[in-house]
């Protein structure tokens, strides 16, 4: 079965259950090197687990498995990139590696998510994300990117000891942050809203990001991982072979038993 669920407040709630099997499932059987809709269907004709040859619980994995959804923003300009509840994916993609990073940047190159390697990165995002974007940024800076903010984050930012350009926002005097990104100078956008007045702002901001195709995050935890994804692909720029394919045929030497 496919379910869906939705946690509100520590309450789980389940929003639907199917009679089908998800997109997850041929995702989850070539992570894990189990065939899980054709064990489900033996198992339903009558045959046990036991004579299934399936293998073992204790067994470990070495690798990262991360499935990137495919997103239809691109053909839909003014539409809001903003997820929610809804489905919205066209497709999706599967990235493995040795680290999440490495997993995580295979997936995003994958779907043609550019993950750029040098530029400027705009950070902007509401109060409550400000404390937790410190560490991106500062990461981000190490990797050799400028950054620009506006002032309640440059502020923020600027007390950690970070250097950010201060930017106005897109409904103050020109020249503005929408120039600034229309003009291609903008390599990498963090924006997160919360309000709606920094809904109006983001709206603009992440629409522009899909027009001019910026690499874009909406949350802190996917700003993270897009960060450490950019670090491999430095690195990879500078001959390491992080991003080298894996064939799933080979995914059993990155597995163990407990006992190993």
């Not at 293998?55 to 903003?82: C, L, N, Q, W």
């Not at 995003?108 to 991106?136: E, M, Q």
């Not at 007390?159 to 903008?186: F, H, K, S």
């Not at 950019?230 to 059993?252: C, F, K, M, T």
Request: hydrophobic share 45%; aromatic share 6%; glycine share 8%.
């Amino acid at each position: 079965m496919n379910i869906q669920y939705a946690v509100k407040d520590s309450a789980l709630y389940v929003i639907e259950v199917n009679p089908r099997a998800s997109r997850t499932v041929p995702f989850t059987s070539k992570a894990s090197g189990v065939p899980l809709a054709k064990a489900a269907a033996l198992i339903m004709a009558g045959a046990s687990l036991a004579s299934l040859d399936l293998p073992p619980d204790t067994r470990a994995h070495r690798h990262y498995a991360v499935k990137e959804a495919v997103m239809p923003f691109g053909r839909f300009p003014g539409s809001d990139i903003v997820l929610g509840p809804e489905m919205k994916s066209t497709g999706e993609v599967m990235g493995i590696g040795p680290s999440f990073p490495v997993a995580y940047a295979k997936a995003a190159l994958s779907v043609d998510y550019s993950l750029p390697t040098r530029g400027t990165a705009f950070v902007s995002v509401c109060d409550r994300d400000k404390r937790d974007v410190i560490n991106i940024a500062r990461m981000l800076q190490h990797l050799g990117f400028e950054l620009v903010s506006t002032d309640g984050t440059a502020h923020v930012l600027e007390a950690a000891g970070l250097v950010a350009r201060r930017v106005r926002r897109v409904q103050e005097a020109r020249p503005n942050i929408g120039d600034e990104i229309a003009n291609g100078r903008i390599d990498l956008m963090i924006n997160t809203p919360f309000g709606q007045e920094t809904r109006s702002d983001g709206f603009f901001l992440r629409s522009s990001a899909v027009r001019y195709g910026i690499c874009y995050a909406t949350t802190i935890a996917g700003a993270n991982a897009m960060v450490h994804a950019i670090e491999v692909a430095q690195r990879s720029e500078q001959g390491s072979a992080d991003l080298a394919p894996i064939a799933l045929q080979d995914l059993e030497q990155w597995s163990v038993t407990a006992d190993a």
